[in-house]
């Protein structure tokens, strides 16, 4: 084993010496590193590091003994699924502005130097050599034994580097202007200044000479250069890609639109940290055409990356790293996730290890470990695809599968409900839709027509089926066909069927007798056809890849291209009104078309949407915009050129709190109002309904069958959540007190309490539906007591309310300890300071019982059973365990967890919110932690624990104080037995028993 344990002075001294030293600076492991340096908790924690991983057998469960140096007396152990840490850091000259690493060795940009560091799995980064420049550097690029540094000083130094010990500055040249990006491939230099390129000739290091240059249609923020195209990172339009194969002829070859701030491209893949919209991945097997491949979209703003082996490792504006399993580039996955207390400034990723620059910092992040299945981000709040404008939102209907199209003919809604076929729902009443019958399909059920008494189905990749549903209680396929591509859109005119089918293109059936479709046509359009629309013989076809296609079907066996139209998106959906063609874009949002003339289409408007565009409705002046992640965006479009953003619904945001019950989530999602899931499958939350508060949800709390919202300025809304598919407002009520900004709510019976933290309670008498008096008192948290008294979190300390009459509520009882958080439970009272940590009471007698020091900030409490649940910005969730409420022990934290505020639990699960998802949490079994003699621990751990790498962390109570050991235990599947009885074993016996003929030698 090997303990690493350095006290911050030595961490935070900086590098001395010559222009070339080999000093080796301080070095410090541990997750907290951060912590040191930021708010210099000195001597708070130390961590340790193994040199072997002890295993448990994941079937039979079973103990381990584990070495861990330093163990405080009287420290409490608990052991935490894994997940990355920081192993090691270094100090630097200044500000890192650039890592690489070639051939086992970081290279970073510090300060005006150049620092090289040795690296060795195990061991802490070894500085080799350092070169002192003029002016700090700001950009950094290394190829062919040298480095190219850009620096403030106004110059582009390089440097021979093939000797890491030995760094030699070998050539200067001039620049005129900052660089923003810099690149070095196959004896060029590419460097961009704004919205300029130029390019210099370095095929002779030490004489770099100009050689071109090219205007950029914006700034570029990072740059990569593969096999003849320059690829750039353009933060306000897009990525701009550029066929520079020839110098002095470059030319624009492709673009991808998006708020792009860095790319990695390697072998045809680009990876783009596309800001809001997060990681998007494309193909640029083909640079004139970059088409999408997929994207991950629940990580923030995402600001810089870094790609090694398949792997990609984000930054985000939430200072978290994220690593995505990117090996299978069509569908990444997150695989895990450090939350940093310090935003990182660069990134550089080499075999799961994050090299990261923090500031005047080199942190070494370790990824490698499996993580244990028990954190998930959670699901969001968008998917929207297809839909038909009706009214006003009266109801929510929820199908067996999940919704992919609909059309709506009189008092029914037909559903195209994927994998669960055409779903048919009488909307009569449309508060109280049902459903009336349903058909199976062989593939998955998309979109649809009606013509007559036929409904014609786009089944993906089970071709396309004609349905009769002139008896809706009964209806049934009539006729199907088979489509080469999947079908995802159909439409019918004059008895002909023009099918959407992917790769496949446009195919066109005959549909005259519906029980028996023939194909008598197929268009090919260079791409995957997605929603076609048919107006005076004319099909608008949307591709994916290459836009919009018009094609003149006035003989349908024989389809002709008069015109195509290419988008700087996906082209997925297509609406027509006039003269104007509204196409969803997907990434790009919507853009519009003037399809006057059909010949020569032209883009004349669009509007960037929050989420990625699916497909539109026009009625009257708006578009309805089905934005998937993003919900649904309302645009005006009385100036089709200019199209303006009136309003969004569902639009997803920060869950604000959440409350749990009966397989249910309530969540308070700010402007989105109360959102409910389904959580009866923790790992897989299902949106069930939502409902507008008119105002900024950010409490909710449930009492009986009612969800009471607090919505700031919106007052307090009060929810019948009798069903949880279809919740109904029941009133909002008037809140009268000074400000009204409501951002707190409790319940006991018929008395509500909404609160504004800043100027005092009203007490509302939900059955009169009055408020009865205000409780004039500033406070920071409150709590409905068992016993009808509410407990307030006041200035100075606890106040303990008595509404015996709820006309004039009076403090009983005080006690002058400060809280942040309150709550109770029977004879239990919880508080929770900064400074005192969480502390038991006799709620009776107001004396203490036990405390705990978590030594980080908690942001919510919950008490269950013999367990209290605290949400912390470093550990995420804490168990505790108080049995005896004198002694609280730490049974288990879960830090994939962190950054989220407020919990709720439910089963053998804990939902937590924070962020824009709902986080869950699978609590673990018990595991029991002992210690021993010389620094031994044996873990007892049962059956079944959940497959991965485990922390082992020791926590003071007292003091705070806590040492974390990273990979301390690996919970593993069994190693496969050899068979006892072999085939040449099998072979002899049958050979003894004259069943095959003896070998003949």
Same mark, same amino acid.
């Given at each position: ?151 403030? &000083? ?25 660089? *923003? ?19 210099? #000739? ?20 990072? !740059? ?7 690829? =750039? ?54 640079? /004139? ?91 969001? =709040? ?160 949307? *591709? =994916? ?8 079907? *006035?003989?349908?066996?024989?389809? %002709? ?84 953003? &009136?309003? &969004? ?28 899931? #389904? ?56 809140? /009268? ?15 509500? =309490?909404?609160?504004?933290? /800043? ?11 009055? /408020? ?39 403090? !009983? ?19 929770? #300071? ?123 109570? %007292? ?43």
């Amino acid at each position: 084993m090997v303990r690493i344990l350095t006290d911050v002075s030595r961490y935070r001294r900086h590098l001395k010496g010559a222009s070339v030293s080999l000093a080796t600076p301080a070095f410090l492991s541990g997750i907290f590193l951060l912590r040191f340096v930021c708010v210099a908790l000195l001597g708070m924690f130390s961590a340790a590091v193994l040199a072997e991983m002890p295993s448990i057998n994941h079937k039979l469960g079973g103990s381990a003994s584990i070495r861990m140096g330093g163990l405080l007396p009287g420290a409490q152990l608990a052991l935490i699924p894994g997940g990355p840490y920081l192993q090691f850091g270094a100090a630097l000259n200044g500000v890192a502005r650039s890592i690489a690493v070639v051939g086992g060795h970081a290279y970073v940009a510090s300060g005006g130097s150049l620092l090289v560091f040795g690296l060795t799995p195990a061991s802490p980064p070894a500085l080799l050599a350092q070169l002192h420049g003029q002016g700090d550097i700001t950009q950094m690029a290394l190829y062919g034994g040298h480095a190219y540094l850009a620096d403030s &000083a106004g110059a582009l130094r390089v440097v021979d580097v093939r000797d890491p010990q030995q760094l030699r500055q070998i050539a200067s040249y001039p620049l005129t202007q900052p660089l *923003s990006a810099l690149r070095v491939e196959q004896g060029r230099a590419y460097l961009v200044s704004g919205e300029q390129l130029d390019i210099l #000739d370095v095929s002779q290091p030490q004489s770099p000479q100009r050689i071109a240059g090219f205007a950029l249609p914006g700034k570029a923020a990072a !740059m990569r250069v593969a096999e003849g195209y320059a690829y =750039f990172a353009l933060p306000e339009v897009g990525l701009n890609i550029l066929d520079v194969r020839d110098p002095h002829n470059i030319r624009t070859a492709g673009s991808f639109r998006g708020e792009v701030h860095d790319i990695e491209v390697v072998q045809g893949v680009a990876y783009l940290a596309n800001g809001a919209t997060g990681l998007t991945i494309l193909d640029i097997t083909e640079p /004139q055409a970059p088409r999408w491949l997929s994207s991950i979209n629940r990580t923030g703003r995402i600001l810089a990356l870094s790609h090694d082996a398949g792997y990609v490792a984000l930054i985000n504006d939430r200072q978290e790293i994220i690593l995505v399993d990117a090996r299978k580039p069509k569908l990444p996955k997150i695989a895990a996730l450090y939350r940093s207390e310090c935003p990182p400034d660069t990134i550089a990723l080499t075999q799961k290890q994050v090299l990261a620059g923090v500031g005047p910092h080199l942190e070494v992040i370790n990824f490698s470990g499996p993580v244990p299945d028990a954190v998930d981000i959670g699901a969001n =709040f968008g998917g929207s695809r297809r839909a038909v404008i009706r009214d006003r939102h009266l109801g929510v209907h929820h199908t067996p599968g999940s919704p992919k199209g609909v059309v709506v003919r009189g008092d029914y809604a037909y559903v195209g409900d994927d994998d669960h076929g055409l779903q048919v729902v009488d909307i009569s009443n449309p508060k109280r839709p049902r459903k009336v019958s349903e058909v199976a399909t062989p593939g998955l059920a998309y979109s649809m027509k009606l013509s007559g008494d036929y409904l014609y189905l786009a089944d993906h990749r089970g071709g396309f089926h004609i349905i009769s549903v002139a008896d809706v209680a009964h209806p049934a396929i009539v006729g199907s066909a088979q489509t080469a591509g999947k079908a995802w859109a159909v439409e019918v005119v004059d008895g002909i069927a023009y099918v959407a089918a992917d790769n496949a293109g446009l195919l066109v059936f005959d549909v005259s007798d519906p029980s028996q479709p023939k194909q008598i046509a197929a268009h090919a359009l260079g791409g995957a056809a997605e929603d076609v629309v048919i107006r005076d013989r004319l099909a608008y076809v949307a *591709s =994916f890849e290459t836009g919009m296609h018009i094609l003149d079907i *006035s003989d349908p066996q024989q389809p %002709r291209t008069i015109s195509s139209l290419a988008t700087p998106g996906n082209a997925r959906g297509i609406e027509l009104d006039g003269n104007i063609a509204y196409i969803a874009d997907w990434v790009s949002g919507i853009q519009i078309a003037d399809i006057s003339d059909p010949a020569q289409p032209r883009l004349i408007g669009s509007l960037d949407t929050a989420g990625w565009s699916w497909g539109v409705r026009v009625q009257g002046r708006h578009a309805y915009v089905l934005d998937w992640w993003g919900g649904i965006a309302v645009l005006d479009i009385a100036d089709p050129v200019a199209p303006v953003l &009136a309003g &969004a619904y569902h639009l997803r945001g920060t869950t604000r709190d959440v409350a749990v019950r009966d397989g249910y989530a309530y969540i308070a999602n700010g402007s989105n109002g109360l959102q409910i899931f #389904d959580v009866n499958t923790p790992q897989n939350p299902i949106w069930m309904a939502g409902v507008d508060v008119g105002g900024n949800a950010q409490s909710v709390w449930l009492e009986g069958n009612t969800a009471y919202l607090a919505a700031g300025e919106g007052g307090l809304l009060a929810v019948d959540v009798s069903n949880p598919f279809e919740p109904q407002k029941i009133r909002r009520f008037a809140v /009268q007190a000074d400000g009204a900004n409501v951002d707190l709510v409790r319940a006991r019976g018929k008395l509500v =309490f909404a609160a504004d933290r /800043q100027h005092g309670v009203a007490v509302i008498d939900a059955t009169a539906g009055q /408020q009865t008096a205000v409780y004039p008192s500033k406070i920071k948290d409150m709590w409905p007591a068992d016993d009808g008294r509410l407990l307030l979190a006041a200035q100075d300390g606890v106040e303990v309310v008595s509404l015996g009459d709820p006309a004039q509520p009076r403090r !009983m009882r005080y006690l002058p300890q400060r809280a942040e958080l309150v709550r109770a439970r029977g004879n239990l009272l919880v508080l929770y #300071d900064k400074t005192s940590g969480i502390t038991l009471y006799n709620y009776s007698t107001l004396k203490r019982l036990g405390r705990f020091n978590p030594a980080e900030e908690i942001f919510d409490i919950q008490i269950s059973g013999n367990r209290l649940y605290a949400a912390g910005n470093l550990s995420g969730l804490l168990v505790l365990d108080i049995s005896n409420v004198r002694y609280p022990v730490l049974k288990t934290a879960y830090p994939s967890a962190s950054g989220t505020f407020r919990l709720s639990k439910f089963a053998d699960a804990v939902f937590m919110a924070g962020k824009e998802t709902l986080t869950t949490v699978r609590l673990l079994p018990d595991v029991a932690s002992t210690s021993g003699t010389k620094g031994f621990i044996t873990v007892n751990a049962p059956p079944k624990l959940p497959l991965g790498s485990y922390h082992l962390l020791a926590l003071d109570p %007292r003091s705070g104080k806590r040492l974390v050991q990273y990979d301390a235990l690996r919970v593993a599947m069994p190693a496969p037995k050899s068979p006892s009885f072999s085939m040449r074993d099998l072979e002899r016996v049958m050979r003894e028993r004259g069943l095959v003929p003896a070998l003949q030698h």
